[in-house]
């Protein structure tokens, strides 16, 4: 391995870094990036693996990846465009169809999640620009889920539109019905995280010799 790959794989946080340099193209490569990543959300919101006591998907696990290998800033804008590809109308979302995309989606159930969706990638993107990582990562990560949860079950209790016409659901219920019973996913997904970034750069690492 030649000394300036030793240095890029030592001095890059985000391990899209060390796939993708940001010496050239720098525009280019961000747009790519950002889709790559949004489609990625998409499909893991369509992807719906069995699980109990309710099935998940798949997206926590891909923000949560996607802080870590993005950095803070393109992480932000990789869930922005996503959110910004289902307020123009495409089916993005986990649960459309059935329900339709838009502007008036985001006010519904969901939409305290998607914008904890934008606050966990932060997080996490935020600590590997710092070099945050090992068990210190899987602590971002743990935190940046429960900021998450916590957003998205604040909405849900407070401001949520729901079909019925009724404004929120209360935080009794809202904590009943869509934090408590994700939690053992929640915990799985963030596991998986942890162990998958120092992984790809193990990966990284070999292939660099």
């Given at each position: 391995m030649?000394?300036?790959?030793?240095?890029?794989?030592?001095?890059?946080?985000p391990f899209?870094?060390?796939?993708?340099?940001?010496t050239?193209?720098?525009?280019?490569?961000?747009?790519?990036l950002a889709?790559?990543?949004?489609?990625?959300?998409?499909l893991?919101?369509k992807v719906?693996?069995?699980?109990?006591?309710?099935?998940?998907?798949?997206?926590?696990?891909?923000?949560?990846?996607i802080?870590?290998?993005?950095?803070m800033?393109?992480?932000?804008a990789?869930?922005?465009?996503?959110?910004?590809?289902?307020a123009?109308?495409?089916?993005?979302?986990?649960?459309?169809?059935?329900?339709?995309?838009g502007l008036?989606?985001?006010?519904?159930?969901?939409?305290?999640?998607?914008?904890?969706f934008?606050?966990?990638?932060?997080?996490?993107?935020?600590?590997?620009d710092?070099?945050?990582?090992?068990?210190?990562?899987?602590?971002?990560?743990?935190?940046?889920?429960?900021?998450?949860?916590?957003?998205?079950?604040?909405?849900?209790?407070?401001?949520?539109?729901?079909?019925?016409?009724a404004?929120?659901?209360?935080?009794?219920?809202a904590?009943?019905?869509?934090?408590l019973p994700?939690?053992?996913?929640?915990?799985?997904?963030?596991?998986?995280a942890?162990?998958?970034?120092p992984?790809?750069?193990?990966?990284?690492?070999?292939?660099?010799?």
């Open positions: 030649s000394a300036y790959e030793t240095a890029r794989l030592d001095t890059a946080r899209a870094d060390a796939l993708w340099p940001t050239h193209y720098k525009v280019a490569r961000a747009v790519v889709f790559v990543g949004a489609a990625l959300l998409t893991s919101a719906q693996v069995p699980f109990w006591p309710v099935p998940m998907t798949m997206q926590t696990l891909v923000v949560l990846l802080g870590a290998a993005f950095g800033r393109l992480a932000v990789t869930l922005l465009l996503y959110l910004a590809q289902g123009l109308g495409l089916p993005v979302f986990a649960n459309t169809p059935p329900a339709i995309p008036a989606y985001f006010l519904g159930p969901t939409g305290g999640f998607l914008a904890g934008v606050v966990a990638a932060a997080i996490v993107g935020a600590a590997v710092r070099g945050v990582k090992g068990f210190g990562l899987a602590g971002v990560m743990l935190l940046a889920d429960v900021a998450l949860l916590t957003i998205g079950c604040i909405w849900l209790a407070l401001f949520a539109q729901l079909s019925s016409g404004t929120g659901l209360g935080f009794e219920r904590f009943s019905v869509a934090v994700f939690l053992t996913a929640e915990a799985l997904k963030i596991t998986l942890a162990l998958i970034v992984g790809i750069w193990a990966v990284l690492k070999r292939s660099a010799r």
